[in-house]
């Protein structure tokens, strides 16, 4: 199958400072990426999707300014942590698809980045 | 708005026991696909399967079985003689349009 990357998998920042995860398609252009957001023992919760070259679309309740996305490629979409605060620290996970065959697509999956703030 | 169910928090079992994870979903859509993902320790996600709506056989594949049931939204899942590189979260999952839907996950540890 087709394969996702991140960078870091894991990363501890200062309160205060920004953080950024990319998110790589390696084998395979993304016209679609999604970035989920998973807390311990919770399950993945959708941040936002990323259309390359167009504005990410925010799920409810996450602050755009806060989690900046950027998908400037078909390969890549990075998520830039803004002013990360402890309340911050989670699991974050990118997921790409590989646009509709018969209508049907594939959705692969990134290792996660684990974001701790302190 | 699309629901998926998973009232099984914690699951534990003796090695070789059967162990059966629940799923209930709901959506208005006509046109839909179930998932199961296994999510070990190190916190990437495994792909196991994808199910459309249209097709309810159900699927074995190995040790594992799945049990899809339109008339009671249920797409349930086994894992036959469980291993103990069986222990992990494992997520039903369901989409839609084009955004997948998780279920809260069942933790399964399966002990020597």
């Known amino acids: 199958g087709a394969v996702v990357s991140q960078h870091p998998s894991w990363v501890i920042c200062k309160s205060g400072t920004s953080v950024k995860i990319e998110c790589r398609s390696l084998?395979?252009?993304?016209?679609?990426m999604f970035w989920y957001r998973q807390f311990p023992k919770q399950s993945l919760m959708l941040m936002a999707t990323s259309n390359e070259g167009s504005k990410a679309t925010y799920e409810q309740g996450v602050e755009k300014d806060k989690f900046l996305i950027n998908h400037a490629s078909l390969t890549l979409s990075t998520l830039t942590v803004t002013s990360a605060h402890p309340e911050d620290s989670s699991f974050y996970i990118c997921?790409?698809?590989?646009?509709?065959?018969?209508?049907?697509?594939?959705?692969?999956f990134g290792p996660g980045t684990r974001l701790t703030v302190t | 708005a699309q629901k998926v169910t998973q009232a099984q928090t914690e699951i534990s079992v003796v090695e070789k026991e059967d162990v059966t994870l629940d799923c209930v979903y709901e959506t208005r859509d006509t046109t839909y696909y179930l998932f199961w993902y296994k999510q070990p320790p190190s916190g990437e996600l495994v792909f196991l399967i994808r199910r459309n709506s249209f097709d309810e056989q159900n699927e074995i594949s190995g040790r594992y079985s799945w049990n899809f049931q339109k008339s009671t939204s249920s797409f349930n899942f086994t894992i036959t003689a469980s291993q103990v590189v069986d222990s992990a979260v494992y997520f039903c999952a369901l989409r839609g349009d084009y955004k997948l839907s998780f279920g809260a996950g069942t933790t399964v540890t399966v002990r020597a």
């Open positions: 997921s790409a698809h590989t646009g509709t065959v018969s209508g049907v697509y594939e959705q692969y």
């Open positions: 084998d395979f252009q993304a016209t679609t």
